[in-house]
């Protein structure tokens, strides 16, 4: 029998990543509790990412680009299970992903809520897309890095406040997975 996960809630954490429990997703960002997430960025052959503009009716970071997906693992389910199962609920994509890092941040957000996140960050690779589920997601590109990062100096509120950190501060631990042309 398969097993059923609760959506609605996030796993809690300790600053180990241990799991301490689990609470309603809206609950957790509004005590600023740590707790488990995941964000995937998709490559295309070209080394371009796959950036999602979330859609206007999320209840943080709406209408703010950020990598290709994005979300909370169910407990006893793995960092990668949840992000294959996000990717084809939000764009429709299958690929395999892989874990490459975890960090820790803390951020407060609008509507009195925080985002306090043990964010485990995937990897994937895909040269297209066909659709969006517009619950999720208002728009979908590919963007070179180059371009991204100049975009982010120039207009850093267009993003989202995780994007900003692991663009910023943990790019470099992409760079022995990325498959990228040389000139």
Known sequence: ???????????????????????????AHEKGLLHRAFSLFLFNDRGEM??????????????????????HPAKNESVEEAAKRRLIEEIFI???????????????????LVE???DHVLIGF????KKINPI???????????????DLAANPNNYSFWFKIIMTEHWGKFLPHLKLETA
């Open 94 to 112: 299958e690929t395999e992903v892989k874990a490459i890092f975890k960090f820790e941040y803390r951020a407060e957000l609008n509507l009195n």
């Open 50 to 71: 796959l950036l999602q503009k979330r859609a206007d009716s999320k209840y943080h970071s709406a209408g703010l680009w950020s990598n290709s997906c994005c979300s």
């Open 1 to 27: 029998m398969k097993e059923q996960f609760n959506f609605n809630e996030v796993v809690l954490v300790n600053s180990e990543d241990q799991e301490i429990g689990t609470m309603e997703k809206l609950e």
């Open 126 to 129: 895909c040269n297209s897309f």
């Open 136 to 150: 999720e997601v208002s728009a979908m590109k590919f963007v070179s890095v180059d371009d991204i990062q100049k």
């Open 116 to 118: 306090h996140e043990m």
